[in-house]
């Protein structure tokens, strides 16, 4: 069964109007140039953007729009997932979110295949299974690793492990590469091989950095990806290793403080990703602080451009981490104005273009440095 995103909206006359999501990143705003474009004096010329999340999910980021992207009347600041029936507001222009799901015709033998009435292609098969399989056996399976830098002087103490392919017939990039595990019910085993190629094969140039390194929602709180943890702490016992927790992986308390006694018990750290004011879970927080809380890209980006009130809120979030015991670490820093004005909201790690692009598994230095404390 395939489904379908949407946004609804009602016309003047009081008509329904359907927009279907057929092509990520959707750009709303009032110009032109963009997907969605509103025709209304209450939008910026480039308001908001519509993402495919790692999780399946939609991401919905406010560009620092002047009347502000709210979701079921809260402003965004930032970034937060939408869900099915979730009200968003661009401006005054409100929509709902919807999904609808497309029934496949079932084959039988003793029937006649007719076509849909519509014009619609079906997606039985996935393109490039036989290829994908071939990658998750190891062939075209490749990595990058993204330096994250201290605040206060810039050096590089840490680096996140990200998942590439270099397979002739698939995406380079890893979500197109989940969109293709999804339809394969599979995104578990592709989580699982890029993280056991990055800790087989960039894991040991980095030696003495702290690595960050990716786990699925899927998976996250499974006793197979535990286990496997285990194993790499016993094969690699002097390893700094941390995993990012998605925030679409928790949906209480006692689940993340369960997993954070079994990962204290392994020896490996966790933090807290995608973290922002849209989708911020501070009882999951309050109950089982993270060791670093990764502020989501789009509450960060272009920060020292925000408006005042922007600024206060994701200072007040700094605060807050910081109460908590926690290492606040701001993603998205592109240019040196954005990481001076995270450095003095009290960050203490950057991580972005302007600390460092991704650089190659087969382009990693080889290095010892003292890690993250």
Known sequence: MNTFWFLESVSAHGSRIIYNISD????????????????????????????EDLSGLLRLTDLDSTNGTSVNRHRLEGSCLLKENDIVHFGGAEFRVGLRAIELPRFDQSLTMLAPPDSTLSELFVTNENEFHQLLAGQGLSGAAQAIADADNGTIVAYELLGRAC?????????????????????????????????TVMAPRLDGFTLFANV????????????????????????????????????????????????????????????????????ELGDAPAHFVKFDIGLVRNLHLASERKRRVVGDLVRLVLDLG???????????????????????LLQGFHVGRPVAADALPSASVPGVS
Not at 43 to 49: G, I, T
Not at 179 to 195: D, P, Y
Not at 236 to 241: E, F, W
Not at 244 to 258: G, N
Request: net charge negative; with cysteine.
């Open 167 to 199: 397979h002739p017939q698939l995406p380079v990039a890893p979500l197109p590469l989940f969109k293709i595990a999804r339809n394969l019910h599979l995104e578990v085993e592709l989580s699982q091989a890029f993280r056991n190629f990055a800790l």
């Open 216 to 283: 699925h929602p899927k998976e996250t709180f499974s006793a197979a990806f535990l286990a496997a943890l285990r194993q790499t702490r016993q094969r690699l016992p002097r390893l700094d290793l941390v995993i990012e927790v998605h925030e679409s992986a928790v949906t209480e308390a006692k689940e993340l403080v369960e997993l954070a006694a079994s990962l204290r018990d392994i020896g490996v750290r966790f933090a807290y990703d995608d973290f922002g004011a849209g989708q911020a879970r501070l009882n």
């Open 326 to 348: 926690s290492v606040p670490l701001a993603e998205g820093i592109e240019c040196a104005e954005a990481a001076a004005t995270c450095r003095e909201m009290g960050f203490r």
């Open 24 to 51: 990520l990143p959707l750009r709303v705003g009032r110009d032109p140039d963009n997907d969605l474009v509103i025709a209304a004096a209450s939008l910026s010329r480039h308001h908001a953007v519509v993402t």
